[in-house]
């Protein structure tokens, strides 16, 4: 391992907690756009400007963390949480963009249930990160995360009647290509809110 | 890196072997039901069960890193080892589910030279993993190791064959959709093997 | 952690350099290639021999990370390092072959651009690469990954220009899954460009 010498610490806490309230703000806003069916320039604009947000806040941890010796908490798991807070921004982000680019004006209704539980997953994934601080939330931190672990689940089962459905009436084939690729990258914040939690469940049993 | 204080050491060996062996299960019940061409409640339900139980061991050995201090190789690699073990038998299970999905219930003969494949590849990092603890059975992984990556390469050429035919002969969109997805989760099973032999090969040397 | 006992010090630098060299030489051929508009055989098979010997580096260079004790910057970032610069030959490799498994034999215009930005991307990999030996290039280092980051937005761009055109003007759905693969995985490309930057400046930063 190369030598280093950067003998400050630094408190990377308020920046998860800065970078998971961009993810939530995302969800939000997502969850209504997809209600109110209709994706316009302005709603895609903010969503852009709220992803950008993330980056910075991702780059502000990434770049303390190589300035940085002494962490709360293992390197790796900085870098993991880091990165994978700021997935869920982008890919919360990109969905709106599929849909821009595939021209899909009208909302579904099994799309306007996954928002709804991508929302309470990246609540559940606040939750859980604002928990991590303080040691004596450990039970809000491993409530939070068997909720996102429920909520991965009902997503998997989502995902598979939105595409048995899809598939079941397929008339048109370009549709049918279309919202494929929509609910998988639905399901897929899911997952990496997963992802999230187990970082955070690894990180909690570290410091018992 | 945080500190931790857990001086316990604990032997990883048993439970990857457990962990293996519900992969190996997996490959044996998919391909046993490809073979058989029909995909009963039953058959499903067992492959769940099978998935269930190698999550529980995931589980158990991410919990043991997590606790213990003086690990038998690198934290990284038992972690990558446990993942990726899981990701075999949760991707097999996978397969089955998309079937069920996209109400394919004729299967073809591509995806039963996939499922001997597959058997054959997960039997090979079966055998990788078993010698793994013993130093003096260094040829025995090595030979798996081999056998894993010759697997995958065949796999490749399979999953090109197929999609090859698939599209050559395509009248129905809808159908190629489908078995272009099955086909490519099919030899990404066949990846992750590959993938579990590096991290082997790279613990076997590290310790050599 | 496991005990090791490796006190050699290698130059992996002289590698990294050849493994970039490759994944030049890969963007090179491809972008000739699709200009041409036609894929030979003997394309096909000097493009795998390109592929063959970027593997064989690789393997070098984790086998040498297995074996050394002390190296010029974090074990993690080389093995990362190592696996990014092979992806990238491979899945310039990967195109190739899909257009032969697609049976297509006119590559379009936007592949063409895409081939375009992909070469100059790889380049600005092997700037950045070479220069991370040298303290004093950090200049040049910083640069290239912000060409590689600018490069990889101008991606994203061209595949979401791409789709829209491609699902604008549909009629053939069969055609449509085809080209959506394809370019998707030319703008993937452009993403494990990117990875390698953050990686290069990630240890730049550390060695500051």
């Known amino acids: 391992m190369a030598f280093?010498?950067?003998?400050?610490?630094?408190?990377?806490?308020?920046?998860?907690?800065?970078?998971?309230?961009?993810?939530?703000?995302?969800?939000?806003?997502?969850?209504?756009?997809v209600?109110?069916?209709?994706?316009?320039?302005?709603?895609?604009s903010r969503m852009a400007a709220i992803e950008h947000q993330g980056d910075d806040v991702a780059h502000k941890i990434i770049d303390q963390l190589n300035k940085t010796f002494i962490t709360p908490f293992d390197r790796e798991d900085i870098y993991a949480l880091a990165k994978q807070l700021d997935d869920i921004t982008d890919m919360v982000n990109n969905i709106l963009s599929r849909l821009r680019v595939y021209n899909i004006n009208t909302v579904d209704k099994n799309l306007v249930e996954f928002s709804v539980v991508i929302e309470q997953s990246v609540r559940a994934v606040a939750r859980a990160v604002g928990g991590m601080q303080n040691h004596k939330d450990g039970q809000t931190v491993f409530e939070?995360?068997?909720?996102?672990?429920?909520?991965?689940?009902v997503g998997d089962a989502m995902r598979d009647h939105a595409l048995s459905e899809l598939f079941a009436g397929a008339r048109d084939p370009i549709s049918v290509i279309k919202w494929k690729d929509i609910y998988q990258e639905a399901e897929i914040v899911l997952d990496v809110c997963e992802d999230v939690a187990h970082v955070v469940d690894s990180i909690m049993v570290k410091q018992a």
């Open 35 to 44: 209600a109110g069916g209709v994706i316009t320039e302005d709603a895609m």
């Open 144 to 153: 939070a995360c068997v909720e996102i672990n429920r909520l991965e689940n």
């Open 4 to 33: 280093r010498f950067f003998p400050k610490t630094f408190n990377f806490f308020a920046l998860f907690e800065k970078q998971v309230g961009h993810a939530v703000e995302a969800a939000c806003l997502f969850k209504e756009i």
